[in-house]
């Protein structure tokens, strides 16, 4: 039942003790599998050839950007993003070598609120343990800091990205109608979230997927994140 104020209305749950987290900064995060360094000119070369091995260009269907055509014009892309507090933009390493990237944005200390976004993961990189433990570190540093909602958006008709979010953990919330305009198209845009109280188990269950133990000997995994993480989910769609 919601508390009540002095005029018998349902009031928010106070938060005592609660407050606000410090904003991300441009740290590395290691883990056991990738490495995130923020993301600047040095990493451009690398990702260029990574990302060049999609030849569809599919990475690029539901960005805001277009496929890069050249070194040049993604080096000049990586120049600018490099520069933003927000979006905070961060390469994802596998053996030293970039492979990826992602990043915090909408950056909300005050509101305990945050969301990872802008994933572009190269072909090299998806469906890697790699590409997982990325996501991992990157939730795990939100929690540590003291954030309150962890948020992943995107395009409706995005099925991959939305299977993503959900085999992370994230919880459906809705469909947000005609959100944006990207590319001169509409965009209907599916909201989902990881809040505090559900962060100890879907840590657990990505720990448990990211154990050594449950892969084979030839690499295959014994239990899946889909089915660790789907019993934690409040809604799914």
Same mark, same amino acid.
């Given at each position: 039942?919601?508390?009540?104020?002095?005029?018998?209305?349902?009031?928010?749950?106070?938060?005592?003790?609660?407050?606000?987290?410090?904003?991300?900064? +441009? @740290?590395?995060?290691?883990?056991?599998?990738?490495?995130?360094?923020?993301?600047?000119?040095?990493?451009?070369?690398?990702?260029?050839?990574a990302?060049?091995?999609d030849? /569809?260009?599919g990475?690029w269907t539901y960005m805001p950007?277009l496929?890069?055509e /050249?070194l040049?014009?993604y +080096?000049?892309?990586?120049?600018?993003? $490099?520069?933003? #507090?927000?979006?905070?933009?961060?390469?994802?390493?596998?053996?030293?070598?970039?492979?990826?990237t992602?990043?915090?944005?909408? %950056?909300?200390p005050?509101?305990?609120? %945050?969301?990872?976004?802008?994933?572009a993961?190269a072909?090299a990189?998806?469906?890697t343990?790699?590409?997982?433990?990325?996501?991992?570190? @990157?939730?795990?540093?939100?929690? !540590?800091?003291?954030y309150?909602?962890?948020?992943?958006?995107?395009?409706?008709?995005?099925a991959?990205?939305?299977r993503?979010?959900q +085999?992370f953990?994230?919880?459906?919330?809705?469909?947000?109608r005609?959100?944006v305009?990207?590319?001169?198209r509409?965009? !209907?845009?599916?909201w989902?979230?990881?809040?505090?109280?559900d962060w #100890?188990?879907?840590k657990?269950?990505?720990? +448990?997927?990211?154990?050594? $133990?449950n892969? !084979?000997?030839?690499?295959?995994?014994?239990?899946?994140?889909?089915?660790l993480t789907?019993?934690?989910?409040?809604?799914?769609g």
């Amino acid at each position: 039942m919601a508390e009540q104020n002095a005029l018998g209305q349902p009031v928010g749950a106070l938060l005592p003790g609660w407050t606000p987290p410090p904003a991300p900064t +441009r @740290m590395s995060m290691q883990g056991n599998y990738c490495r995130l360094e923020p993301l600047c000119l040095d990493h451009a070369p690398a990702l260029f050839e990574a990302f060049s091995e999609d030849e /569809t260009g599919g990475i690029w269907t539901y960005m805001p950007v277009l496929p890069f055509e /050249t070194l040049e014009s993604y +080096r000049q892309w990586v120049w600018g993003a $490099a520069q933003n #507090p927000d979006p905070l933009h961060y390469a994802v390493l596998v053996d030293g070598r970039p492979l990826g990237t992602a990043s915090y944005l909408r %950056i909300a200390p005050a509101a305990g609120s %945050i969301e990872v976004g802008w994933i572009a993961y190269a072909p090299a990189l998806q469906r890697t343990r790699a590409a997982t433990e990325a996501m991992y570190l @990157m939730m795990r540093w939100v929690f !540590d800091a003291g954030y309150r909602r962890y948020e992943w958006k995107c395009d409706a008709l995005n099925a991959a990205s939305r299977r993503a979010a959900q +085999r992370f953990g994230f919880s459906f919330e809705g469909i947000f109608r005609q959100a944006v305009v990207v590319k001169g198209r509409n965009r !209907d845009t599916a909201w989902y979230a990881i809040i505090d109280s559900d962060w #100890p188990k879907v840590k657990a269950a990505m720990e +448990r997927w990211l154990d050594p $133990a449950n892969f !084979d000997e030839s690499g295959m995994q014994r239990h899946s994140l889909s089915a660790l993480t789907r019993p934690l989910l409040a809604a799914t769609g």
